[in-house]
């Protein structure tokens, strides 16, 4: 990634009319954990291009792994009012909300991602902890169940230790 950051940064100074490469770049300052770097590239981006999808997506991608879940929020709530039918949205936001230990909020946003696509295991699977986090253990039961049986085998030990006898 730091290779590729640099390639793409001697093409933006070179004058290579793509806004695409600061998305690019970003990305790859993101996994370098350069998060100062890649939120001045999306910004930049976003001043061109303030309602598209994968800008949006990434600067709360950025801001949630900085620890910044508000501005995280801010970006992906946004995203999702711009594309109510994209499940990725909503599973962003729902994400960061579980990381915040927002469970009803998490529950909300995957069940609303469910809704647009009932066949994705990893979406249940998060569904089920963020309602085993807020305390309702027969709903979490279901939904590991059902992202195992979609294929999903992080549910194994959760069904293990909460749901056997339920």
């Known amino acids: 990634y730091p290779g590729a950051s640099a390639t793409y940064t001697r093409l933006l100074d070179?004058?290579?009319?793509?806004?695409?490469?600061?998305?690019?770049?970003?990305g790859c300052y993101r996994k370098t954990r350069e998060s100062e770097k890649a939120i001045r590239d999306?910004?930049?981006?976003?001043?061109?291009?303030p309602e598209d999808k994968n800008g949006l997506r990434l600067a709360g991608k950025v801001e949630a792994e900085s620890g910044d879940n508000?501005?995280?929020?801010?970006?992906?709530?946004?995203n999702l009012r711009l594309h109510?039918?994209?499940?990725?949205?909503?599973?962003?936001?729902?994400?960061c909300y579980l990381?915040?230990?927002?469970?009803?909020?998490?529950?909300?946003?995957?069940?609303?991602?469910l809704d647009l696509h009932p066949e994705d295991p990893d979406v249940w699977f998060n569904k089920g902890l963020a309602q085993l986090g807020s305390g309702n253990i027969t709903?979490?039961?279901?939904?590991?169940?059902?992202?195992?049986?979609?294929?999903n085998q992080r549910?194994?030990?959760?069904?293990?230790k909460h749901c056997l006898g339920r």
Do not use: Q
Request: proline share 4%.
């Open 42 to 49: 999306i910004e930049r981006f976003l001043d061109l291009y």
């Open 139 to 151: 709903d979490a039961c279901h939904d590991f169940r059902k992202a195992y049986s979609l294929g």
């Open 70 to 78: 508000l501005k995280a929020i801010e970006y992906f709530s946004k």
């Open 14 to 26: 070179a004058g290579i009319p793509e806004a695409d490469l600061l998305l690019l770049r970003a």
């Open 84 to 95: 109510p039918e994209d499940k990725e949205c909503y599973t962003d936001r729902a994400n």
């Open 99 to 113: 990381a915040a230990k927002s469970w009803d909020w998490a529950v909300k946003d995957y069940s609303m991602s």
């Open 155 to 160: 549910a194994t030990p959760y069904i293990s």
